[in-house]
C-alpha cells in the first residue's frame, strides 16, 4: 500500500513539472499552430458529416494512398529497370552488328548480315554508304527510352549516332556512323521498354475497385441499422409511432437499439400509469364539482350562491387545464393535417374573442402531427394575443423541412426577463395573467409541452413592426 501510494505521488509530481521550451522551438510551433489550425478547420468545414461517407473515407482514402504508392514505386523500379535491360539487349546487338560490319565489309557478307538480323534479332537492318547524320532531333523530356539507348551506345559502341523514338510512334530508329558505312537499325518500340506494363495498373486498379464494390456492401449493410436507429428515436421524439422498428446489425448497434427500446417501453409505461392515475383523480374531482352543482342549485338566488357557482366553473376549467398538462396529449396519434386550415381557425378564435385577426400560409399545407393537440396550442396562443392585443398576424410557412408558425400582436407585450417564466406552470404575470384574466397559468407551459413533443419549440420575442409579442412555432416535417 505505501509503495502504490509512494508512486501515484511521484507520477502526480512529475506530471506537475512542464519543462520550458526553448525560445526558437516555441516559435516554430506557434508559426505552425497557424496553418494546422486553418488546416484542420478547412477539413471540418469540407469533409462529409455523415457515418457512410466518413467511412468510406477511412476505407478509401488509404487504399488510393496504398495504389499511388505502388505504381509510383513500380513506374520508378521495375518499369525503370526492365527498359533498361531491353534498351541494353537491343545495343548489344547493334553493337555485335557494327563489329560484323567492320570485320567482313564485302557486299555479300552484308547481304547475308541483314538477312540473319531480320531472322534472329527481329531488326531491321541497312547498311547505307557513309553520310552525314540527320539533324538531332527534339529530345522527349520525360522518353527513358531516348535516355537510356543514348547511354547504351554512347558507352558500347562509342561511334557518333543518331537516334528517333518519337517519329513512328511503334517503331525505335537508330543511326550509327561506322568507318566506311552508316548502319541503320530500325526496332519495335516495344523491344525497347517494358511495354506490357500498364497491365499491373489496370490489374491493380480493377481489383481494388472490386474489392472496393465488396466493402462498399458490407460497409453499407453495418451503417443502415444506426440509421434506422437515429430515425426511430427521432420519430419517437415527434411522438409517431415506431413498431417496425427491431434491432440488428453489429452487437454493439444491436445493443443500443435494445437500450432504445427498452427507455421507449419504460417512458410508455410511466405515461399510462400516469394517465390511468389522472384519469381516476379526474372522474373523482368531476364527481366531487357535480355534488356541489347540484347542492348550490337547491339553495336560493342570491350573489353568494352566483359567486360559488363561478368559483366552481373556476375549478372545473383549472382542473381540465391541469389535467391537460399532465396529459400532454399523448393518446393521440400524428395524422396529416392542413395546417392552412388550422391557421384559418384560429383567424376565427382570435376574432371572436375581439381583435382584427388576418392569417396566410406558404408552402406545402399538409403536415404530420397531433392534430387536436397542435391546434390546442396554438389556439392557446392566438387567443392569449387577441384578448391582449387589438390586431393579430398570423403567417405560417412551410419550407427546409420545417414548420414555422408566428403569431403577432400589438399588446403591450411580455418583458424580456419574463418570457422564460411564463413558460413554467402555474406562473402568472402580475399585470396580465391573473386569476381574474381567467387564467390558470398553464396556456403556454401546455402549449411548448405539446410544440416540443413534436420536435419543435416555441420562444417569445418582441414583435418587429406590430410592436406587442410574438410567438415563433417551429417543428419539423
Known amino acids: 500500500m505505501r509503495l502504490t501510494a509512494a508512486l ?61 504508392v505502388l505504381a509510383f514505386v513500380f513506374m520508378e523500379r521495375h518499369y525503370n529497370l526492365v527498359t533498361q535491360r531491353l534498351s541494353d539487349s537491343v545495343v548489344r546487338d547493334i553493337a555485335m552488328l557494327a563489329e560484323l560490319i567492320r570485320d567482313y565489309p564485302e557486299e555479300e557478307d552484308l547481304e547475308r548480315l541483314t538477312t540473319l538480323a531480320r531472322a534472329n534479332l527481329d531488326l531491321t537492318v541497312t547498311i547505307l554508304p557513309l553520310e552525314p547524320l540527320p539533324p538531332p532531333r527534339p529530345k522527349p523530356f520525360f522518353d527513358i527510352v531516348d535516355r537510356y539507348l543514348s547511354q547504351q551506345i554512347s558507352q558500347r559502341i562509342g561511334r557518333p549516332f543518331w537516334i528517333d523514338t518519337v517519329g513512328r510512334s511503334s517503331f525505335v530508329e537508330i ?167 388550422v391557421l384559418e381557425d384560429l383567424e376565427a378564435e382570435a376574432e371572436i374573442v375581439g381583435a382584427e385577426a388576418s392569417s396566410s400560409f406558404t408552402g406545402a399545407p399538409v403536415v404530420t402531427l397531433k392534430a387536436l393537440a397542435f391546434k390546442r396550442a396554438l389556439t392557446n396562443l392566438a387567443t392569449n394575443a387577441a384578448r391582449f392585443g387589438k390586431h393579430v398576424r398570423i403567417e405560417g410557412r412551410n419550407a427546409d423541412g420545417w414548420l414555422t408558425i408566428v403569431i403577432e400582436d400589438d399588446g403591450p407585450g411580455i418583458p424580456e426577463e419574463e418570457r422564460e417564466n411564463v413558460f413554467r406552470p402555474f406562473y402568472q404575470l402580475d399585470q396580465a395573467r391573473n386569476r381574474d384574466a381567467g387564467g390558470s397559468g398553464l396556456g403556454l407551459a401546455i402549449a411548448r409541452d405539446v410544440v416540443r413533443a413534436h420536435g419543435g419549440d416555441l420562444v417569445l420575442g418582441e414583435s418587429s413592426d406590430l410592436g406587442g409579442l410574438m410567438a415563433r412555432v417551429r417543428i419539423p416535417t
Open 8 to 68: 501515484r505521488r511521484l507520477g502526480e509530481r512529475i506530471r506537475a513539472v512542464r519543462l520550458p521550451l526553448p525560445a526558437p522551438l516555441a516559435r516554430l510551433l506557434a508559426l505552425l499552430a497557424v496553418p494546422y489550425r486553418w488546416m484542420a478547420r478547412t477539413l471540418y468545414r469540407h469533409s462529409p458529416k455523415g457515418l457512410f461517407p466518413r467511412t468510406l473515407l477511412i476505407l478509401v482514402v488509404p487504399l488510393v494512398i496504398m495504389q499511388a
Open 175 to 341: 543511326r550509327i556512323q561506322l568507318e566506311r558505312h552508316t548502319l541503320r537499325v530500325i526496332a519495335r518500340r516495344s523491344q525497347t521498354y517494358a511495354s506490357n506494363s500498364h497491365f499491373f495498373i489496370v490489374w491493380m486498379v480493377s481489383t481494388s475497385l472490386v474489392l472496393m464494390i465488396i466493402a462498399l456492401l458490407f460497409l453499407r449493410n453495418q451503417t443502415r441499422p444506426v440509421e434506422k436507429l437515429a430515425t426511430a428515436a427521432e420519430s419517437f421524439g415527434k411522438g409517431r409511432p415506431i413498431d417496425s422498428f427491431r434491432p440488428s446489425g453489429a452487437r454493439e448497434v444491436r445493443r443500443a437499439a435494445q437500450a432504445f427500446i427498452e427507455m421507449r417501453r419504460r417512458i410508455e409505461r410511466q405515461i399510462e400509469q400516469r394517465t390511468a392515475m389522472l384519469a381516476g383523480v379526474s372522474h373523482d374531482l368531476r364527481t366531487i364539482l357535480t355534488r356541489f352543482r347540484l347542492q348550490l342549485a337547491l339553495f336560493p338566488d342570491s350573489e353568494e350562491v352566483r359567486a360559488l357557482q363561478r368559483d366552481v366553473d373556476e375549478m372545473k376549467t383549472m382542473l381540465e387545464d391541469y389535467l391537460a398538462f399532465a396529459r400532454g396529449e399523448g393518446d393521440e396519434q400524428p395524422t396529416p393535417t392542413d395546417v392552412a386550415l
